[in-house]
């Protein structure tokens, strides 16, 4: 019963708040941060850098891999030679003792493999992390800074979602719309782009035509 009091209380507070005269002259923008997060220059670098990172992981996970695959190998005719009845019992025992410390090894490198790709997930989760929060911090600084001189008092975002999947903003003009304006600020101290190796090629035959 108090939770239902609640919730029509705050519902009753909204309604008065959104038919005010002070809601009526607050003026309101929006953005699409979705668009601003992936078409900005550094989410692309953060992109290829935690790839890259993935990357020498993987290669490093796989030699891990192969060692421990080359261990079970090695094992396996420790194992076959320490059954070997055509040699004495003397050397069946120190063939047997060799797999046993090789069946060891084995199982320190597989729990060192489990470790590894455990640590590896929690790498790239963290980095993705850090990579996401302050790339959002820079946006919403550019944000805040647009908004502030042109007056607005509230910026929503268009692409955010309810805990259900479901679209939070049904409809907008998009009469007051920052998405472009800030997505061009932030792109703006985009680095150049250096000329590929292919396109001085095809350049030199032309020089030496002049020539």
């Known amino acids: 019963m108090k939770n239902l009091f609640r919730k029509m209380l705050l519902a009753a507070l909204l309604a008065g708040v959104l038919t005010g005269p002070a809601w009526a002259q607050t003026r309101i923008a929006t953005v699409d941060l979705r668009k601003l997060f992936d078409g900005y220059w550094k989410t692309k670098q953060a992109d290829a850098a935690l790839k890259d990172r993935a990357s020498d992981l993987d290669k490093e996970y796989k030699g891990l891999r192969d060692d421990y695959q080359k261990l079970k190998e090695e094992y396996q005719k420790l194992l076959a030679a320490a059954n070997d009845q055509a040699v004495s019992v003397e050397e069946r025992d120190k063939r047997k003792q060799a797999a046993e410390a090789k069946l060891r090894n084995i199982k320190e490198t597989e729990e060192t493999v489990v470790q590894f790709e455990r640590q590896a997930r929690t790498t790239l989760e963290e980095q993705k992390r850090r990579m996401r ?79």
Do not use: H, M, W
């Open 133 to 211: 929060d302050n790339i959002v911090t820079e946006i919403r600084t550019v944000v805040n800074a647009k908004a502030k001189s042109a007056g607005f008092a509230l910026v929503v975002d268009t692409s955010s979602e309810s805990g259900n999947g479901t679209p939070i903003v049904l409809y907008t003009s998009g009469e007051n719309d920052l998405t472009a304006g800030v997505l061009e600020q932030l792109n703006a101290g985009a680095p150049v782009e250096l000329p590929k190796p292919a396109e001085k090629k095809k350049d030199e035959p032309k020089k030496d035509e002049k020539q």
